[in-house]
Nanobody
Framework: QVQLVESGGGLVQAGGSLRLSCAASGRTFSSYAMGWFRQAPGKERMFVAAINWSRGNTYYADSVKGRFTISRDNAKNTVYLQMNSLKPEDTAVYYC?????????????????WGQGTQVTVSS
């Protein structure tokens, strides 16, 4: 079993920055691909970014390319999402997820474990 705990959410003005963290339990953290999803009120949960367990290859939704950066520190069992140039449409609950069966997971069904989410609100 893997436990994921997100932190770092909050309120930020448009154009500002925020860094989310996701702490994972277990000694095999480095073998999991990690991802971030977000869900706005009345909307489906959507893919934001992912990072694999090998060379740190990253993947991003088109809406966040050039603004968000996903990274991981396996020694700390932590994955990060650096969010820059935030827009009001980035407002959502952000979820951290881990996948043990997919190398490049981009869909919700490809992930095995989920955190409880952290709220990010971007004001205009």
């Amino acid at each position: 079993q893997v436990q994921l705990v997100e932190s770092g959410g909050g309120l930020v003005q448009a154009g500002g920055s925020l860094r989310l963290s996701c702490a994972a339990s277990g000694r095999t953290f480095s073998s999991y691909a990690m991802g971030w999803f977000r869900q706005a009120p009345g909307k489906e949960r959507m893919f934001v970014a992912a990072i694999n367990w090998s060379r740190g290859n990253t993947y991003y939704a088109d809406s966040v390319k050039g603004r968000f950066t996903i990274s991981r520190d396996n020694a700390k069992n932590t994955v990060y999402l650096q969010m820059n140039s935030l827009k009001p449409e980035d407002t959502a609950v952000y979820y951290c997820a881990a996948s043990s069966t997919y190398v490049y997971p981009r869909k919700t069904y490809e992930y095995d474990y989920w955190g409880q989410g952290t709220q990010v609100t971007v004001s205009s």
